[in-house]
């Protein structure tokens, strides 16, 4: 064989015998049948981009992933379920056809299923993420080392609850650009759905070429809805699993709501495996002195920010009214020092000093 001759992914699957016969050649074709089992995971992983198109030419134009949540769909104005529809090859649509004539239609646009939410005004990704090009800026920036901090990094912590529940479907809620799921997307391997939920269409469909084009996983199947994740598109009791990477807390003042909302969406049984920010004790002088200078913030204008800071018995306490059964907490590091000054140190990311606890909070069975 020639050096520079290329092997097509369909000779893994297929293997073909030449007999010539005198001046005539006869071509015989022959299935082999290879269990995945036996494929590395490098080979996996190149190739699944092959294999889902094919699969995709065998049933369809639709995208693998947008026939596994179609069941799980339901019209945000009336609650119904909704019906996938191909207009032509190139346009899918999710169609409430309740009796109550809503006749709403949201499109698949760049890959994320629309439902006409944007982003909350001046959001930082309208601030410095223009186009793709500053995206991958983005994914590729280490970031900010406050929250790598402690024994063992937030994102270990969760990827080992993720590991040991292997939820089949898996809710990751203002999502944003996806930084803190990525991580787990790189490991996955047991066949699941991963759910990307963020108000902003644009972010997603960022997302959405990134996670095809850059970190292909074959076991996982991704699906993007651009909506309000204080209201989501999705049945009761749907979720396996409710991620959230500072999810919660981007929502700002729907942080609450979002959380009631993954309880909604979990089945019984379920997890809700997320990090949350918290002060180290109101009464102590530190956080005191803290307090003091992030409400200066909202005295300033500048920021809207949350009516409470929760200690870690507070969000317990949160947790459960909320309707979880069981709350396992770990803290992953804890409030920094208090500045000398009077003026707040942080123009960004203004929850930085605050501490942080990895969540797994639990849904009950069915009664």
């Known amino acids: ?80 379920p909704l019906t996938m529809e191909s207009k032509d090859e190139n346009t899918t649509s999710f169609i409430c056809k309740s009796n109550y004539h809503c006749g709403s239609c949201y499109d698949v646009t760049d890959g994320v299923i629309y439902f006409g939410s944007r982003e909350i005004p001046g959001e930082l990704w309208s601030l410095f993420i223009k186009n793709y090009q500053d995206y991958l800026l983005e994914q590729r920036h280490p970031g900010n080392p406050r929250y790598q901090m402690g024994a063992v990094p937030c994102t270990e912590v969760r990827w080992q609850a993720i590991k040991r529940l292997r939820p089949r479907v898996i809710l990751d809620i203002a999502s944003g650009t996806g930084g803190g799921i990525k991580y787990d997307l790189q490991r996955i391997n047991w066949p699941c759905l991963v759910i990307m939920a963020d108000l902003s269409h644009r972010i997603l469909k960022y997302n959405k070429r990134y996670f095809s084009e850059e970190m292909v996983n074959p076991y996982v199947d991704i699906v993007c809805l651009a909506c309000d994740c204080a209201r989501l598109p999705l049945a009761d009791g749907c979720i396996d699993m409710v991620v959230s990477y500072g999810g919660f807390e981007s929502m700002q003042d729907k942080m609450m709501e979002g959380f009631r909302e993954g309880f909604r969406v979990l089945k019984p049984g379920g997890h809700a495996v997320y990090n949350i920010s918290i002060v180290g004790d109101h009464a102590s002088e530190n956080t005191g002195k803290w307090e003091c200078l992030y409400r200066t913030l909202t005295e300033s204008g500048d920021y809207n920010l949350f009516e409470k800071l929760f200690d870690i018995r507070e969000w317990e306490e949160i947790c459960r009214q909320t309707g979880y059964a069981s709350t396992e907490t770990k803290e992953i590091y804890g409030e920094l020092p208090a500045p000398e000054g009077n003026v707040f140190p942080f123009e960004n990311e203004i929850m930085q000093w605050m501490g942080e606890y990895m969540c797994i909070s639990g849904k009950g069975e069915a009664k």
């Open 1 to 80: 064989m020639r050096p520079d001759r290329k092997i097509s992914t369909s000779a893994l699957l297929r293997g073909t015998r030449r007999m010539g016969e005198n001046s005539r050649e006869k071509a015989e074709e022959k299935n082999i049948s290879i269990p995945a089992s036996v494929l590395g995971e490098n080979t996996l992983r190149e190739t699944a981009p092959y294999f889902a198109k094919a699969l995709g030419e065998m049933m369809g134009n639709a995208d693998p992933g947008l026939r596994r949540i179609a069941p799980l769909l339901r019209c945000p104005e009336c609650g119904d």
